[in-house]
């Protein structure tokens, strides 16, 4: 009897002992995972209970930004960000693209004039964060709308054009430097903070009329974001949400047949392998953007931006759109003119 104790003790104990182990294993799988928790820096220990030791397996140098925007850069000044401005200025001034743009803005421009009252830059990006490729292309893209407002401010120097900036990834610095260059930068939370199939311009819908020129490069496509920027009818607009999501014949196609399949299920059997209401929901968006798009560009004419020979995806896709009427078998955006 007393042997037969001692064995259920020691099986009890054991099974503790199992229960605890698996316990701390099951612990230890948690942290290595993806479950809300970063990877631990290789090489990196941590005690943990019970005499286990986690070791890291992650990078060396996690980045400190994860999960969010790239931090500010610590050691640039207004004066460094200045100079690295007039070097995108002087490379873009020499390219063959902005030849070839600026010759279809004289071209193309009405009799009366552009008669702009204000200039607007949307989703320009950052200058000032810690990500190199697409500082370079902010600067750059950035660079070229404020020589393409020069360069319409010069065809009226009368009536000053009022100049103005918004991105939600701007930081002080960026902040700074515009306002001292005379660009009133707009706040974007309202952008930035709702949901994305809410998403309309922030402020700057407030200042989009018939008469501002709106330069976009790649801005996040949303219902009301397009109606916002295409509704009220700007005169000049470099962009891409002005480009129809659903842009030809047979892809409008097949969100119609895809839309009629989703209508037409039989009941209680699902059309689609995934939730048919956000699948209906998304189509549903995209042709309506694509109303509003197809209706944009119909009374105005367009071109795609000349291809930059320095980096040609800096403005790839981007449309240049102007008021004007098409001719009747005017299907296709209008060829740039060689330099």
């Known amino acids: 009897m007393y042997l037969d104790a001692r064995c259920r003790a020691r099986k009890q104990l054991t099974q503790q002992e199992k229960r605890r182990q698996d316990e701390v294993l099951k ?26 030791t986690r070791v890291g397996y992650g990078k060396s140098c996690p980045p400190s930004y994860r999960g969010g925007f790239p931090p500010a850069l610590r050691d640039l000044s207004i004066e460094a960000l200045t100079l690295e401005f007039g070097v995108k200025l002087k490379v873009w001034r020499g390219s063959t693209c902005r030849k070839q743009l600026l010759a279809v803005l004289d071209k193309q421009r009405p009799d009366e004039g552009w008669a702009l009252t204000n200039a607007i830059c949307l989703a320009s990006g950052s200058f000032s964060r810690d990500n190199f490729t697409v500082r370079q292309r902010s600067l750059t893209q950035f660079t070229a709308f404020l020589d393409i407002v020069k360069h319409l401010q010069s065809q009226q120097e009368e009536d000053p054009i009022a100049v103005f900036a918004q991105d939600p990834l701007f930081t002080p610095l960026d902040r700074e430097h515009l306002q001292t260059q005379g660009i009133q930068v707009l706040d974007a939370e309202k952008y930035h903070d709702r949901r994305p199939s809410d998403r309309g311009v922030g402020e700057a819908g407030g200042y989009i009329t018939t008469s501002t020129f709106i330069f976009e490069a790649y801005m996040e496509r949303s219902e009301t ?38 209508y037409n299920a039989p009941q209680g059997k699902p059309a689609l392998s995934h939730n048919n209401r956000f699948v209906e929901d998304d189509i549903a968006e995209k042709l309506r953007m694509n109303e509003l798009q197809e209706k944009f560009l119909r009374v105005r004419r367009d071109c795609y931006f000349p291809p930059f020979e320095e980096d040609p995806n800096m403005f790839k896709g981007m449309r240049v759109c102007w008021k004007g009427e098409k001719d009747e078998d005017e ?3 209008v060829p740039v003119p060689r330099a």
């Open 225 to 262: 974001g397009v109606r916002s920027l295409l509704q009220p009818d700007p005169i000049l607009y470099v962009g891409t949400c002005c480009n129809p999501g659903v842009g030809n014949k047979h892809q409008r196609l097949a969100h119609i047949r895809t839309a009629e399949t989703i």
């Open 331 to 333: 299907d296709e955006v």
């Open 27 to 52: 612990h230890i799988t948690s942290l290595t995972r993806n479950e809300g928790h970063h990877r631990m820096p290789h090489g990196v220990e941590e005690d943990l209970c019970d005499g286990w």
